[in-house]
């Protein structure tokens, strides 16, 4: 039983793609609007920012709401309490679905996180002793939750309750904590592997936000338990290990292939998030290896980072300018929202770099590390 | 590929024909993979980590003959950047030109460049003596200028912030709330410097000059006046008569612009600092004394939170938005 309208959702899908190849001149403005008759999609999905409003003012009128009635002395038996409250969200949330036509609009979000917390929160109260149980139980609750209403935050909590389940039964044996990263591994890339073939079906539309943040959450877990300097984080607090791990060679390998495995598959594939996902893994193979093998200073480090970005970027521009392996640098979307955000960042970085100089002068000299460099 | 699956969909309903079909189909086959916006932010994080890499190291080994060639080859490359963008970049207009050129690039990073050497001019020599504030003059009018010449709203961004630091202010949006607002002048200073720049902003979008820099404008001093009229509001509590209007015209001026320009973070802004304001007006005039006090505060956030949840689901009816 699905929650939202799966025609709408689909039609909402053939709306963007068709809206995509219109700005492409592949399709008359006229085929457009006849499509967009055609295929409607009737639900109410506002702009982020007034989603943001939504989900703020939600939470405090339900929280408000639940506290008013609570002070009837509802608060007796807290597990009682947090089952109502569980009910009457879940009661709220289906009723705005059905009657406002509301899909994934801030309002269902927050009652959907209301009810899941107070589901566990009702848990906790049965097995108060064992907050393992409570997640145990939690891992069908949220697999039903992310079935039906298709949540992209309840898809996150999902994996992350599934591995954390995933670790209490690694950690419970010596040889079962020095096999940790493998497994780890291992069921990431079988996720991804899993999430990606369900994502390429036209039936889990329905689930496509859902798939993608899975497939980003399963190709990051899946470096970060490759990657050195997090094994020997985690040995030395599991099994007490001091200095260099077993196995050491082994993870430098995986810190430092599987980024360049993500990136050649992202070209071959077409893969955008692989190309990011596989950029950002690089460079914190780098700052890794730095972090044990320190060549230069920070400063010289950012600066040469820096000139290294600002070259390849360079010398990638003239070379695409013309298409080459299946990549190119002509834009196939108007700018993207981070451009607006250049203001704040500049912002912050203008600040720091003008309080920097009269700080060093009253601080005398102190300034290793600080100033703006930190921050990025 | 869903794509193709979309595109089967649109065949069989009959909303394109087979010839249409079979052109989007190659396309979408041969199309190659667009990396433009990809790289234009390994461009900007180029800059940026450069940028304060060499921030730190002027700092550093300063008196030995590698510290001045450093500083000399920083300046030469902030005098080329500036030359460059000055030789390159399309003529003065007073609307939005094409984003992300590559002049901009160059044009932010000689800016940031210069921000650095400046700090460092300052700090060394003492350039400006003791007046610290025109250390951020300078690069305040030259940003400015630099941003309106050639249409960059980054190094509006910076001219603006390097402003609000000349009388004293934070106004970049993690440091807001690092302004001492329990000192009455930077308050007033603050109500009043960003109220009179958002309205020069006003005024210039008004005359359709850079109408697409009062964005910039609303969102770092928007915040500041906000948050600063609201701190008079509750600290000083004999001009609440004097604050309680001023974030009213706040709103509606916020309101008016998320409106006109479909820019629907305004309208958020408007309606939580707008709430936060009511709701302190609210519990002012009310009389804490009885016991069943709480259960009226607890009745009254449920109630209007609601009705602001009421209000953001028909926002578009309430206001006379078209689609």
């Not at chain 1, 506290?67 to 289906?94: D, K, M, S, T």
């Not at chain 1, 360049?260 to 594939?269: A, G, T």
């Not at chain 2, 928007?222 to 974030?247: D, H, K, Q, T, Y």
Request: overall charge positive; hydrophobic content about 55%.
């Amino acid at each position: 039983m699905k929650a939202y309208n799966e025609t709408w959702i689909k039609n909402a899908a053939i709306q963007a793609q068709a809206e995509n190849w219109q700005q492409q001149g592949l399709l008359a403005e006229a085929d457009l609007q006849k499509i967009k008759t055609a295929l409607p999609d009737e639900s109410y999905q506002p702009i982020v920012w007034i989603k943001i409003g939504l989900f703020i003012f939600t939470n405090i009128a339900f929280m408000f709401g639940s506290a008013f009635i609570g002070l009837g002395g509802f608060y007796a038996i807290w597990g009682v309490w947090a089952f109502i409250n569980a009910a009457a969200a879940i009661f709220v949330l289906e009723l705005f679905i059905k009657n406002r036509k509301l899909r994934h609009s801030g309002v269902d979000n927050a009652l959907l996180y209301i009810a899941l917390g107070a589901v566990a929160g009702c848990f906790f109260s049965i097995f108060e002793t064992s907050p393992n149980a409570v997640v145990w139980c939690m891992l069908p609750v949220l697999a039903v939750a992310v079935y039906r209403y298709a949540d992209v935050v309840a898809a996150l909590a999902l994996l992350i309750t599934f591995f954390y389940v995933l670790s209490t039964i690694l950690f419970e044996s010596t040889i079962g904590k020095m096999l940790a990263p493998f497994v780890f591994m291992a069921v990431s890339g079988l996720i991804y592997a899993l999430v990606r073939r369900k994502d390429q079906q036209f039936k889990f539309l329905y689930w496509a936000n859902c798939c993608w943040v899975l497939e980003v959450a399963a190709l990051i877990l899946l470096y970060v338990s490759g990657n050195y300097a997090v094994v020997r984080a985690g040995s030395e607090a599991l099994l007490g290990s001091q200095g260099e791990i077993q196995f050491a060679p082994l993870f430098w390998v995986f810190t430092f292939v599987i980024p360049l495995v993500y990136v050649w598959f992202s070209v071959r594939q077409k893969d955008r998030k692989l190309l990011i996902i596989g950029f950002l893994c690089s460079v914190s193979a780098v700052i890794t290896f730095r972090t044990y093998h320190a060549i230069v200073p920070t400063e010289i480090a950012l600066l040469l980072g820096g000139l290294f970005l600002l070259v390849s970027a360079v010398l990638l521009i003239r070379y695409l300018q013309t298409e080459r392996h299946g990549l190119t640098d002509q834009p196939d979307t108007d700018a993207p929202r981070w451009l607006k955000l250049q203001s704040v960042v500049l912002s912050q970085f203008t600040q720091q770099t003008l309080q920097q100089a009269p700080d060093l002068k009253l601080g005398g000299g102190n300034f290793g590390g600080g100033g703006a460099g930190e921050k990025y | 590929m869903k794509s193709t699956h979309f595109l089967r969909e649109l065949l069989e309903k009959q909303l394109i024909d087979a010839h249409q079909y079979q052109q989007i189909e190659t396309h979408e086959r041969t199309r190659p993979m667009s990396l433009h916006w990809e790289l234009r932010a390994l461009l900007y994080a180029g800059i940026v980590l450069f940028t304060s890499g060499a921030g730190i190291l002027i700092y550093q080994n300063i008196d030995t003959i590698g510290h001045s060639v450093l500083i000399g080859a920083l300046t030469l490359l902030t005098i080329f950047g500036f030359w460059y963008v000055l030789k390159h970049a399309a003529p003065f207009a007073t609307t939005e030109t094409a984003p992300a050129k590559l002049t901009d690039f160059v044009l932010l990073f000689s800016c940031l460049l210069f921000l650095a050497l400046e700090g460092y001019l300052q700090y060394q020599y003492g350039l400006f003596g003791t007046r610290y504030g025109l250390a951020s003059a300078i690069p305040a009018v030259l940003f400015m200028a630099l941003a309106y010449r050639f249409d960059h709203r980054g190094v509006l961004s910076m001219g603006i912030t390097a402003l609000a630091s000349w009388v004293g202010l934070s106004v970049a949006p993690l440091e807001i709330l690092k302004n001492d607002f329990g000192n009455q002048p930077l308050l007033y200073t603050a109500v009043l410097f960003s109220a009179a720049a958002i309205s020069v902003a006003l005024w210039l979008d008004f005359k359709v000059i850079k109408q697409h820099f009062t964005y910039t404008y609303l969102l770092l001093l928007g915040n500041l006046f906000f948050v600063a009229a609201l701190a008079g509001l509750f600290s000083i509590e004999a001009r609440w008569w004097f604050f309680a209007p001023l974030i009213g015209v706040g709103c509606w001026v916020c309101v008016r612009y998320a409106h006109h320009y479909q820019s629907f973070l305004f309208l958020l802004m408007a309606v939580v600092y707008g709430y936060i304001g009511l709701s302190y007006l609210f519990f002012k005039i009310y009389d804490w004394s009885s016991d069943s006090m709480i259960l009226l505060a607890y009745l009254y956030f449920f109630a209007t939170a609601g009705g602001v949840v009421w209000f953001f689901l028909n926002y578009k009816k309430l206001l006379g938005i078209k689609k």
